[in-house]
C-alpha cells in the first residue's frame, strides 16, 4: 500500500519526505499511529491523464517546532 509504505519510509529514515496522495491519506495516517508528522505543503492539481482534481501532501517525521 502506498501510503502506509511512504509512512513506514519517513519513520524509519531521519530527514526524509513524503508525497501522499489524497486517496492514501487514511492507510498513511493509520500506519503512523501516534507518531508525529510535519505537514510540510499541499498541492492542489489535476490530474492531466485522467482530467481529475488531485491533492498531494508533503510530510516529514517529527512534531513541528
Known amino acids: 500500500d ?3 509504505a511512504a509512512a513506514d519510509y519517513i519513520l524509519n529514515h531521519p530527514g526524509a519526505l ?3 496522495e489524497e486517496r492514501e491519506e487514511i492507510a498513511f495516517r493509520a500506519q503512523l499511529g501516534t507518531q508525529d508528522v510535519q505537514e510540510l505543503a499541499r498541492i492542489e ?3 492531466y ?3 481529475k482534481p488531485v491533492t498531494l501532501r508533503l510530510y516529514k517525521a517529527g512534531a513541528a517546532p
Do not use: M, Q, T
Request: net charge positive.
Open 2 to 4: 502506498g501510503g502506509a
Open 18 to 20: 513524503a508525497l501522499v
Open 45 to 47: 492539481g489535476i490530474n
Open 49 to 51: 491523464s485522467r482530467g
